[in-house]
């Protein structure tokens, strides 16, 4: 499938036909359940501050709308293709599934770099992709949500954009969007509560005792800060290690993430030239020991060359695809010594929560903050005990349990539902 040519859908297709192979589906389904519904290129002329016309590539893919509309991300970053997007959306799909949201998966994305547009143009480029956008999506087709390089005024862009074309307010088209204007309160910090609430539960399960634990964050963002303050704070664990694209820094007494976090603030939102760790390599972060190892950052950061080295005891993905499918059979092999946390489990309470914010929107009722922190920990309690159970009874590793559940309730739907004409 040369179209979607891009190492991140190489994965998510070999992890694929490893389910596809374990759950004997049927040669005939295999295309329909892998290649998505509908993918969208568009083309986003902007003019820039200088008075130069600068063009953009957007994407937006919609894997299947068997369960309902397709939901997913969209990402501003200079490394998005349409294969990437395809495998993001692909893993949405299970994820959804895992969890019991009425969704397909989705993904969009431009190829740019944020760092490099002012706030207008950033807003050019947001209005752009939506405009274009407007055909093929809609709060009951195809619902927006942030992502890398995207954020609540992004969305409120999206918004907007989409109700001046509509003539009326459409809140339920985008989610991530401010409270404002109908976004839910937790929404922003769902995806790193999620993963501290599942490393708590792989905690319990193993006796051990967190605030006698060290864990090491890789991807300082939205994700990986929320978890790192949530494991530190509420936790007492030990942080003695974390990093973004800018550096990795190590403490072995601990790192203060609450100075963390100021530095980032004061500093355009990165670690670099922090003082109170000491620098890192970001290769030598990956393989420190400690208790729990969150990967909250790209795709394929766990590869063939360094699964073997791990030395942590819970790896929690907080990242979408952080384990390529080499490393898992290498990390299958130590399923004793490294409890997984696969992505689509682990980072499941951004969709999660999104899904809250779209009802709140369709119904006009809102939720304080506790309800919607419950209902996430409901959820993923439901999502975490089925991965566990289906692991124990078919003594598979907990990536193939996640997949595995996924996958069967995709093709059921699928299956109930038939093909037409």
Not at 77 to 84: D, N, Y
Not at 273 to 295: H, K, N, Q, R, Y
Not at 366 to 386: G, K, Y
Request: charged letters at 20%; proline letters at 5%; one cysteine or more.
């Amino acid at each position: 499938m040369d179209l979607y040519a891009d190492p991140a859908f190489a994965m998510a297709a070999e992890q694929f036909r490893l389910i596809a192979d374990y759950l004997n589906i049927d040669d005939s389904m295999r295309a329909r359940m892998l290649q998505p519904k509908r993918s969208v290129i568009v083309t986003l002329p902007i003019r820039r501050d200088n008075g130069h016309v600068e063009t953009f590539q957007g994407y937006r893919v919609q894997h299947h709308l068997t369960m309902g509309p397709t939901k997913g991300g969209t990402r501003f970053h200079p490394g998005v293709t349409l294969g990437e997007v395809t495998a993001l959306a692909i893993w949405m799909s299970w994820k959804c599934a895992l969890t019991g949201l009425p969704y397909g998966g989705a993904k969009g994305g431009v190829t740019v770099d944020t760092r490099t547009l002012s706030t207008r143009e950033l807003e050019a480029v947001s209005r752009r992709y939506m405009q274009e956008m407007i055909p093929f999506i809609g709060e009951r087709t195809d619902v927006m949500g942030p992502d890398m390089g995207t954020n609540e005024q992004v969305m409120a862009w999206f918004m907007d954009t989409y109700s001046i074309n509509t003539g009326f307010t459409v809140p339920g088209i985008v989610t991530g969007k401010p409270v404002s204007v109908g976004g839910t309160t937790g929404r922003r910090e769902a995806t790193g509560r999620g993963v501290v609430y599942l490393i708590e539960r792989a905690l319990d399960l193993l006796k051990m005792q967190p605030d006698r634990c060290t864990a090491v964050i890789q991807g300082f963002g939205n994700v990986g800060a929320v978890a790192a303050q949530g494991l530190a704070f509420k936790d007492g664990m030990k942080v003695i290690g974390i990093s973004d694209h800018t550096g990795a820094f190590y403490r072995k007494d601990g790192i203060d993430i609450a100075a963390a976090e100021k530095w980032t603030r004061e500093h355009n939102g990165v670690l670099a030239g922090f003082t109170e760790a000491d620098p890192i390599s970001p290769d030598d972060l990956l393989t420190l020991e400690c208790d729990v190892l969150v990967p909250a950052a790209l795709e394929a950061v766990i590869t063939e060359k360094n699964a073997a080295r791990l030395r942590c005891r819970i790896l929690a993905e907080g990242a979408n695809g952080p384990t390529t499918p080499a490393a898992d059979q290498i990390l299958f092999s130590r399923w004793n010594e490294v409890f997984v946390i696969p992505d689509i489990l682990c980072n499941a309470g951004g969709v999660i929560v999104s899904y809250f914010e779209w009802v709140q929107g369709l119904q006009q009722m809102f939720w304080t903050e506790t309800e919607v922190t419950d209902r996430l920990f409901r959820i993923l309690e439901t999502a975490f005990q089925a991965v566990i159970k289906r692991a124990k009874s078919a003594k598979l590793p907990h990536r193939m349990a996640a997949m595995a559940i996924g996958v069967e309730r995709v093709l059921a739907a699928k299956m109930a539902r038939g093909l037409f004409p």
